[in-house]
C-alpha cells in the first residue's frame, strides 16, 4: 500500500507530471492531478503531500457494506453505521508518524499552517466535477493534519455524496477519494478566474474573499496569462487563485462549463476554503445580490421574512421605522416587496443581548396593556420598542454568534456544518413553540385540546402566517392554527446531548490553552441564538398591538360608511389612515374604494411578478442537484410536496417540504420529514426550529422551487447542504 506522496512546484524536488504513472495517477484524486497540470505549466502551486486512495480502502476494510442504492430499506441508517466506523477506525500501522514525518518535511516551521482537501477522481472529470460535494478543512495547526485527513475521508460517505454519485452509475468504493495536504495559502485576495477560448468572452475574474482592490493591473494579467495558456492546452478551463501582493498562487484547475453556477454562497469548490465566505455571510443569512426592479445592486429582497407583497398598512410601518429608526439598515418598497441594504454609517453600543431583550420586554409590557390606545399612541410605543430590538438586541445577538463563527475558523473548522450541531437545544421562543404545539397535536380529549390551544394562544397567540400587520393574527383565527396542528407527527424535542457531543469533539481538538475560551465563547453564543429566537415574540406583540388600533379605525370608517369592512383599513395608505384618524382628513367612500382597488390590483399583480431570490447554484452539480447550506443534520428520503402558505398541507410522514421560505410562525405547525427552503443562513429562523424539532433541513437552496417537481423523490441531506433527486 502507498498511502502517502510528495508533490512538489517545479524545481523543489517534489514529483512533477512526468513522474507520476498511470497507477499512481488513479491514487490521487483529480484536485492533486490539477495541481500537478498547474506545476507543469509553469505556475506557481504550493507544494504537497497527498494521502492516496489506498487510506480509505484501509480504513474501510472492517467496516460495513455501502447500501446498493439510498431507497434500499435502511440504507441511511446502514451509511450511518459506516460513517461511525469510519471514524473510529484505527489508522494502519505507521501511517500516522508516516504522514507526521511528510508534513514536517513540507513545512518545517513550527507555526505553519495547512490546508487539508479532498481529492476525489471526480473532482477533474468535466462531466461530474463535484463541486462543493466534499469537505475541505484550512488554515489548521500541525497536530491538526492528521484528524482533518480523518473528516475529510468521511465526507465521501455522506448520503449526498453517495446519492450524487448513484447518478451515473458510480459508488463510492469505485471513487477514488484521496486527500491533498499542503501549506495553508494566505493572501490579500482570493478567487476563482474562468475561460473559454470557443467564447468571444474574455476571461472572467472573480474575487471571493479577501480586498477587490488587490487585485492589480500586475495580478490581473497574471490570471488572465495563465488561463489563456491552459485552454490553449486543456480546452475551457477555471482556476482558483490566491494573490499576494503581486504574486499569484494557483491551487485547483478544472474544467469549464459556462454559466455554471452562482458563487454568492461559498467558494465554489470546498465548503469552505481559503476564499472563505461571500460577501452575505451565509452564517448570518442572506442571499445574493437580486435581479429584482431594485436601484442597486446593494437591495436585497427580504425573501426570507417577507416572501410576499406587503399591504399598505405594513409599507407605511416600514417607511416609518426606516425614517425614525436607526437599526444598521435602510428598508425600502419595490415593486410591492420588502428590500434592504446595510447602513454603512451605523453603529450599535454593545450590550449583552439577552439582558437588553428582558429589559425591553419589561419597559413596554405597561404600554402594551393600556386599553385601546389611539393610533398614534400604538405607532408611538411600535417605534419605541422597534428602534432598541432591531437597533440593539440584534445586532449584539448577531455579533455573539458571528464571533463563535470566526473562532472555529481561526482554528482550522468549518463552521457551516458545525454550527447546526452547536445550536441545537437552545432554550428559546422556538423550542417553547415546540412544546406547545406537541401538546396540542397530542390532545386526546376535547378538554385536553382547549387547554393546549388556550396555553398556544397565551404565549403565540399575537403571531399571524405572515410578518403583516394585515394579516389576522392566530388569536382572531384559532380554528385554523389547531386545524394545521391537530393530528400532526410534531415528534420529541431534540435530545440535549445533540449539541456537546459536538462540542466536546471540538475541545478534543483545541489546545488546552483556549479551551476555557472556547467554552465561554460557546455560552455566550447559544444564548444569542436564543435571543435570536425570542425577540421575534416581542416584534409580534407590538405588530398586533398597532393591527388592533388599525382594526378599531377600520371600524370607526365602516360605520361612516367609508369601508365595506373594517379590514379593507390595510388597504388604505397608512399616512392616509393616520390623517384621518387625527381629524385632518374626512374621508368619504368615494376617496376611499378607489385607493383600495388600486392596492389589491397592485398586489395581484406584485403576486404574479415576484423578485427572483437569486441564481440558482445547481448547474454544475447536475439537473437533479440543488446545492444550500447545512441548515439542520439529519438525512432523510421522501417525495417532494411544494409549500404554497395560502394552503393547509397534509401531514405525510415521507413529505419533504420545498418552499421559498416558512416563517417561525408556521414551522411548528408543519411536521415534514425534511425542509428545503431557498432563503436564510445557518442561523436563521427556519434552521433553529428545524434543529429544536429535529428536522433535517437545507436552507438558502436557491432555485429547489424551480428544479424541484412536486412528487418527486429526493434525499435531503442537512449536514451537507445538499438535495439529490433519485431515480
Not at 424 to 452: N, W
Not at 547 to 566: I, K, M, N, Y
Request: contains cysteine.
Amino acid at each position: 500500500m502507498t498511502y502517502c506522496l510528495r508533490l512538489g512546484a517545479p524545481g523543489t524536488g517534489g514529483a512533477g507530471t512526468a513522474d507520476i504513472g498511470a497507477e499512481i495517477g488513479g491514487k490521487i484524486g483529480g484536485k492533486a492531478r490539477s495541481l500537478l497540470r498547474l506545476a507543469a505549466a509553469g505556475l506557481e502551486v504550493p507544494p504537497a503531500v497527498v494521502v492516496t486512495t489506498d487510506l480509505l480502502a484501509a480504513l474501510r476494510v472492517d467496516g460495513p457494506p455501502l447500501p446498493e442504492s439510498l431507497t434500499a430499506p435502511e440504507a441511511l441508517a446502514n451509511l450511518e453505521r459506516a460513517e461511525r466506523a469510519l471514524a473510529t477506525a484505527s489508522w494502519p500501522e505507521g501511517f500516522a508518524v508516516m504522514l507526521a514525518r511528510e508534513v514536517d518535511t513540507l513545512m518545517p516551521d513550527p507555526g505553519a499552517r495547512f490546508a487539508v482537501r479532498s481529492s476525489a477522481a471526480v473532482e477533474d472529470d468535466p462531466e461530474q466535477l463535484a463541486a462543493g460535494l466534499f469537505l475541505s478543512r484550512v488554515d489548521l495547526a500541525r497536530g491538526e493534519v492528521l484528524e482533518a485527513v480523518r473528516a475529510v475521508l468521511g465526507s465521501a460517505l455522506s448520503p449526498a455524496a453517495v446519492a450524487y454519485l448513484a447518478q451515473s452509475g458510480r459508488r463510492v468504493e469505485e471513487l477514488g477519494f484521496a486527500v491533498l495536504i499542503h501549506p495553508f495559502v494566505e493572501g490579500d485576495a482570493s478567487g476563482a478566474a474562468a475561460f473559454d477560448p470557443r467564447s468571444s468572452t474574455p476571461p472572467a475574474i472573480e474575487v471571493h474573499a479577501g480586498n477587490p482592490d488587490a487585485i492589480r493591473p500586475k495580478t490581473e494579467r497574471r490570471i488572465t496569462d495563465a488561463l489563456r495558456a491552459l485552454a490553449a492546452a486543456h480546452g475551457p478551463v477555471e482556476v482558483e487563485w490566491v494573490a499576494s501582493g503581486g504574486d499569484v498562487t494557483f491551487l485547483q484547475l478544472r474544467p469549464y462549463r459556462r454559466h455554471a453556477r452562482s458563487r454568492t454562497q461559498t467558494d465554489g469548490t470546498d465548503r469552505v476554503g481559503a476564499s472563505g465566505l461571500s460577501p452575505i455571510d451565509p452564517i448570518a443569512g442572506g442571499m445574493g445580490p437580486s435581479q429584482g426592479p431594485i436601484p442597486d445592486d446593494v437591495w436585497r429582497w427580504d425573501a426570507a421574512h417577507n416572501p410576499l407583497p406587503l399591504s399598505p398598512a405594513q409599507a407605511g410601518l416600514v417607511a416609518l421605522v426606516d425614517e425614525r429608526c436607526a437599526i444598521g439598515l435602510r428598508q425600502r418598497i419595490v415593486g410591492g416587496y420588502l428590500f434592504y441594504a446595510t447602513d454603512p454609517g451605523s453603529s450599535t453600543t454593545p450590550l449583552e443581548p439577552a439582558e437588553a431583550l428582558r429589559a425591553l420586554g419589561a419597559a413596554v409590557a405597561g404600554r402594551l396593556a393600556l386599553p385601546a390606545p389611539t393610533l398614534e399612541e400604538a405607532l408611538e410605543t411600535f417605534i419605541a420598542v422597534y428602534q432598541p430590538l432591531f437597533g440593539v438586541v440584534q445586532p449584539n445577538a448577531r455579533a455573539k454568534r458571528g464571533a463563535l463563527a470566526a473562532f472555529l475558523r481561526r482554528r482550522g473548522f468549518d463552521p457551516l456544518p458545525l454550527l447546526p450541531k452547536l445550536f441545537t437545544g437552545v432554550p428559546s421562543a422556538a423550542t417553547d413553540r415546540a412544546r406547545r404545539a406537541r401538546e396540542l397535536a397530542m390532545a386526546t380529549s376535547g378538554e385536553a385540546r382547549r387547554a393546549a390551544l388556550a396555553a398556544y394562544l397565551e404565549e403565540f397567540g399575537d403571531e399571524a402566517p405572515r410578518w403583516d400587520v394585515a394579516a389576522p393574527t392566530w388569536r382572531e383565527a384559532p380554528a385554523r392554527l389547531e386545524r394545521l396542528v391537530l393530528g400532526a407527527n410534531i415528534g420529541p424535542p431534540v435530545g440535549a446531548r445533540a449539541w456537546r457531543d459536538a462540542a466536546d469533539a471540538v475541545s478534543a481538538r483545541l489546545p488546552d490553552d483556549v479551551r476555557a475560551e472556547w467554552e465561554e465563547r460557546l455560552k455566550v453564543a447559544r444564548a444569542a441564538a436564543g435571543v435570536a429566537e425570542d425577540d421575534d415574540v416581542l416584534y409580534t406583540r407590538i405588530q398586533a398591538h398597532v393591527r388592533q388600533a388599525l382594526l378599531r379605525e377600520g371600524a370607526r370608517l365602516l360605520a361612516r360608511g367609508v369601508l365595506g369592512s373594517a379590514d379593507e383599513i390595510f388597504w388604505l395608505p397608512l399616512p392616509t389612515v393616520r390623517r384621518e384618524a387625527r381629524g385632518e382628513l374626512a374621508l368619504a367612500y368615494e376617496d376611499a374604494a378607489p385607493l383600495i382597488v388600486a392596492a389589491q390590483r397592485a398586489d395581484a399583480e406584485a403576486r404574479a411578478n415576484p423578485p427572483p431570490v437569486g441564481a440558482a447554484d445547481s448547474a454544475d452539480l447536475g439537473a437533479g442537484i440543488v446545492r444550500g447550506l447545512p441548515g439542520a443534520i439529519g438525512a432523510r428520503i421522501g417525495r417532494v410536496r411544494l409549500y404554497d402558505i395560502h394552503h393547509d398541507h397534509d401531514q405525510a410522514a415521507d413529505q419533504i417540504l420545498v418552499a421559498r421560505t416558512l416563517l417561525p410562525t408556521e414551522l411548528p405547525l408543519l411536521a415534514p420529514a425534511a425542509i428545503v427552503v431557498e432563503t436564510g443562513g445557518v442561523l436563521d429562523h427556519v434552521a433553529a426550529q428545524a434543529r429544536e424539532r429535529g428536522i433535517p433541513a437545507v436552507v438558502g437552496a436557491v432555485g429547489a422551487c424551480r428544479l424541484l417537481r412536486e412528487g418527486d423523490q429526493v434525499l435531503v441531506d442537512g449536514g451537507a447542504g445538499m438535495v439529490v433527486r433519485l431515480g
